[in-house]
C-alpha cells in the first residue's frame, strides 16, 4: 500500500514563504514521478510542479519562479518551497506520485495565503 503524507501547510501573509513536504512509504520511490497539485475552491485542481523520476522539473505558468520543487530519494520525499506567496495561491495542495501504470494522491494540505 502507497501512502504519500503532506505536511508543511498553514496560513502565511502575502509576500511570505512557506515548505510543503510530502513523505511517501511503501514503494520504490525513485521510479516515481511526483508532482504538487493544487485545488482552489470551486476550481479545477492544477499542476503547480513535477520533478520526473529522470530529473527533469516542470511549473505551472502561475508559479514559475517562485516555487521551486525538489526532492531527495533517500528519504522517499519530495518538497515544495512557495516564496513570493499570494491569495490566489490559496488553495488545498495535493502530492501525487506516478509512474507509467499507477498513480496516488496524498490527502492534502492547507495553504492560505492572508493578512
Known amino acids: 500500500q502507497v501512502q504519500l503524507v503532506e505536511s508543511g501547510g498553514g496560513l502565511v501573509q502575502p509576500g511570505g514563504s512557506l515548505r510543503l513536504s510530502c513523505a511517501a512509504s511503501g514503494t520504490i520511490f525513485r521510479y516515481y514521478d511526483m508532482g504538487w497539485y493544487r485545488q482552489a475552491p470551486g476550481k479545477q485542481r492544477e499542476l503547480v510542479a513535477l520533478?520526473?523520476?529522470?530529473?527533469?522539473?516542470n511549473y505551472g505558468d502561475s508559479v514559475k519562479g517562485r516555487f521551486t520543487i525538489s526532492r531527495d530519494n533517500a528519504k522517499n520525499t519530495v518538497y515544495l518551497q512557495m516564496n513570493s506567496l499570494k491569495p490566489e495561491d490559496t488553495a488545498v495542495y495535493y502530492c501525487?506520485?506516478?509512474?507509467?501504470?499507477?498513480?496516488?494522491w496524498g490527502q492534502g494540505t492547507q495553504v492560505t495565503v492572508a493578512s
Open positions: 501525487k506520485a506516478e509512474n507509467a501504470i499507477v498513480y496516488y
Open positions: 520533478f520526473s523520476s529522470t530529473g527533469s522539473t
